[in-house]
């Protein structure tokens, strides 16, 4: 029986709870802002804004002067530009359940309890992070948006466009003169979207017939790295009640879809955002950390999985927002 009255990182659960974060392919939080340990709580990174920073400053116009041009005993024409500081600061976050040890021995011989619940803690505070990382993908005021005269229901399936509009934003986005790689959709905008009339002409024109468009066709279609499809669920019912299906609501809504540029490593790779990890209190730099301890004085085990993390937004010009619903 584990005995230790200090939390303890546990390594067996901690092989349990990754192996069910690959096996369960519902949650793309970890996919949008990928992990960067650090070492500080808070800290500081430079970003140089495209305006102040006049990374797209073109000095000739319309080309039709030459004001780079330097005439003998003359200096070379000056430009400067400013950069700013932005800061990451991680939150401690973390969830608990006691395991009596008379419980954890009464449900022995069907499965082990401490495995069971780490899972379960698991599930809880990986659904809150992607209801968070939704919260910062779905806002715009970061990121912006264009907006389809169609909305995007099923009345509507013969009629909305998709590629166009998806054209329409990656434009939007290259003028930025950043990537897009990544596509990010709902579950249910993704099941109207493969089965609307013109995406379907748009692949196999008016004599397609029952053939399924999939998501590697999009991708070499439209040039995307990752379609990542928002397949998460929460219950809003309330503790001790019974749960029907109207108390489940998606993590990813239908107001929108997002394009933008996902990229990983430190914050001056670019990239929307990251996941700031605190390493020395995270070993070494884990999303998810699962812990015990022992509480003699309720005869029980306690098991906690916690974070130290920072979802941040990196550069707002890498997304942009695809409005399809709720049209005014």
């Known amino acids: 029986m584990y005995q230790n009255t200090a939390a303890e990182f546990r390594p067996e659960l901690y092989a349990v709870t990754e192996e069910a974060r690959m096996a369960d392919s519902k949650f793309i939080a970890e996919y949008i802002f990928p992990e960067f340990g650090v070492k500080t709580r808070t800290g500081d990174y430079t970003r140089i804004r495209r305006g102040k920073g006049q990374l797209l400053r073109n000095l000739a116009g319309d080309g039709s002067k030459d004001p780079l041009a330097r005439a003998p005993g003359t200096a070379y024409p000056e430009i400067t530009r400013t950069s700013e500081k932005t800061s990451w600061k991680v939150v401690d976050r973390g969830i608990e359940t006691p395991i009596d040890d008379v419980n954890a021995q009464d449900v022995a011989r069907f499965f082990d309890q401490e495995q069971a619940d780490a899972k379960w803690l698991h599930r809880v505070i990986r659904i809150y992070r992607e209801a968070r990382v ?195």
Request: charge should be negative; charged fraction near 25%; glycine fraction near 10%.
């Open 134 to 328: 939704a919260y910062k993908v779905y806002n715009e005021a970061t990121w912006g948006k264009i907006a389809s005269d169609i909305a995007f229901t099923e009345a509507n399936r013969a009629t909305f466009d998709f590629a166009e509009l998806l054209k329409e934003g990656k434009r939007v986005v290259d003028k930025r003169q950043e990537d897009c790689n990544s596509l990010i959709v709902s579950r249910d905008l993704w099941d109207l979207i493969i089965g609307s009339t013109k995406l379907r002409e748009y692949f196999f024109g008016t004599s397609g017939g029952s053939a399924s468009i999939t998501k590697q066709m999009i991708l070499e279609k439209f040039e995307l790295s990752q379609i990542l499809i928002g397949n998460a669920s929460y219950d809003t019912t309330k503790p001790g009640k019974d749960s029907t299906d109207d108390n489940l609501v998606w993590c990813w809504g239908n107001k929108y879809f997002w394009l933008g540029a996902v990229v990983g490593g430190p914050p001056e790779n670019g990239g929307a955002g990251r996941t700031f990890i605190l390493e020395d209190l995270t070993n070494g730099g884990l999303l998810y950390v699962p812990e015990s301890y022992r509480e003699e004085k309720i005869r029980s085990n306690r098991l906690r999985i916690r974070q130290d993390s920072d979802e941040n937004t990196v550069n707002e010009n890498c997304g942009l927002l695809v409005q399809v619903n709720e049209l005014s």
